[in-house]
């Protein structure tokens, strides 16, 4: 689950993000599920939360691209769906991830696992 302000919005924004859909046809103010839309895998529920963003969260989604230059695409596609790039403080030198930020401000990464 996790945990968002505006719920629609977010699903909206993972819809789009993951290709899913919400599970009941259409998302609800207070939570949804969303699901793949072909085939089968992992549901994300998302729900009505008043508790702030977590600047350096314990749990969050890390979405694995095929390589580089797919990571590279995925980063701009995310951030032309509405995700913020994050000026992450903890970057190691030379990472294999990118840290990005969905619309409610909830942080994920995208990784590079040939790197």
């Excluded at 691209?65 to 990571?71: F, G, H, K, L, V």
């Excluded at 695409?73 to 903890?90: F, K, N, P, Q």
Aim: a negative charge; proline letters at 9%; charged letters at 25%.
């Amino acid at each position: 689950m996790l945990g968002v302000s505006d719920v629609r919005r977010a699903a909206d924004f993972w819809g789009r993000a993951l290709r899913y859909v919400p599970r009941d046809g259409e998302a609800k103010d207070d939570w949804t599920v969303l699901v793949p839309t072909e085939g089968s895998g992992p549901a994300l529920a998302l729900d009505l939360s008043t508790v702030p963003v977590q600047p350096v969260p314990r749990v969050h989604l890390d979405l694995y691209a095929r390589d580089t230059a797919d990571q590279a695409a995925e980063v701009e596609r995310l951030v032309s769906l509405g995700a913020e790039r994050v000026d992450w403080h903890l970057y190691p030198e030379n990472p294999d991830f990118t840290v990005l930020a969905d619309p409610d401000g909830n942080r994920f990464c995208v990784i590079d696992p040939t790197h």
